[in-house]
């Protein structure tokens, strides 16, 4: 593992703020409401109940490996994280992901999902998400750090239709390059705590 000074760190970041510092995700509509932003640097500022959240705030994409529960293979996936806020206290949580082939080519959709971030005064993370396949659920967890997280389910909610899944983990980090890893676990069908999904998301807007 290669071992970076902090000039080199330091020069990174500011690389890496140059090429996305000016982007922000479009405006739909003129609202009589706060500006909803993915850049730290425009629009609202963020809420001082957030601080412990901050280096989430930005737009990601990347790939990253997932595993199917139904059939049981290992497949890579491409993926774009939307973390934006407008001033109040949460952040606002949009996922999307595809199949990609062994060529890194688009295959399908796959997986979708949205909600919000929220962290209490005692520094409690709550992680509250919606999902397309028919699913709610409700995470807790805490900071490891000032740039990672692991949180845990507490509640699973399923529709009727909905595509049965068992209670996660998930471990959120910026990683030393500025990227934003994580990793996520899931009880299988035999209770056994399994990977499902892996990904490392460049930051492309914030």
Known sequence: MTTRSGNEAIADAEQRAAETGDKNIPAVGDLPLPENTANLRLGPDLHPGLLGLLPLVGVWEGEGEGH?????????FGQQIIV?????????????????DEDGAY????LRESGFWRIGEDDTVELLLTHAEGSIELYYGRPLNQTSWNLTTDVNIRTETGTHTGAA????GLVPDGDLAYVEERL??????TPRLSAKLKRVIG
């Open 68 to 76: 199917d529960p139904i059939t049981g293979e290992d497949y890579p």
């Open 84 to 100: 934006s806020h407008d001033g109040g206290n949460y952040l606002c949580w949009e996922s999307r992901s595809w199949v990609l």
């Open 107 to 110: 295959v399908k959709p796959d």
């Open 169 to 172: 983990k998930r471990l959120y």
């Open 188 to 193: 299988d069908t035999d209770g056994d705590l």
